[in-house]
């Protein structure tokens, strides 16, 4: 059974910066690992995946102040936010699915840690 535990969040101001991790009951490198969030009101929505060997993607509109990455001895999954904005306002949730193929696949998520609330203030 797949374990994850977030941990990170807070209440930051705009342009602040926060990391958020995830440690994993499994053997990361045969996972895709991944970041999502959700916001009041609004559906769960993908922020950045990551491969088993380190491939990363992030969301094209947050690609330029997020940044996944993945420490497999550790068996932690982070991800580092800046610059952020009131609109990042969520609960972040770190899921896993297995990766058969080498390539991660949004709709392919299925297990999931509890979240982590992340609040920016303006």
């Known amino acids: 059974q797949v374990q994850l535990v977030e941990s990170g969040g807070g209440s930051v101001q705009a342009g602040g910066s926060l990391r958020v991790s995830c440690v994993a009951s499994?053997?990361?490198?045969?996972?895709?690992m991944g970041w999502f969030r959700q916001a009041p009101g609004r559906e769960r929505e993908g922020v950045a995946h990551i491969t088993g060997d380190g491939r990363a993607t992030v969301a094209d509109y947050l690609k330029d102040r997020f940044t996944i990455s993945r420490d497999n001895a550790k068996n932690t999954l982070y991800l580092q936010m800046n610059g952020l904005q009131p609109e990042d306002t969520a609960i972040y949730y770190c899921g896993a699915h297995v990766q058969s193929d080498g390539y991660c696949y949004w709709a392919q998520f299925n297990s999931w840690g509890q979240g982590t609330q992340v609040t920016v203030s303006s």
């Open positions: 499994i053997t990361m490198s045969s996972y895709c």
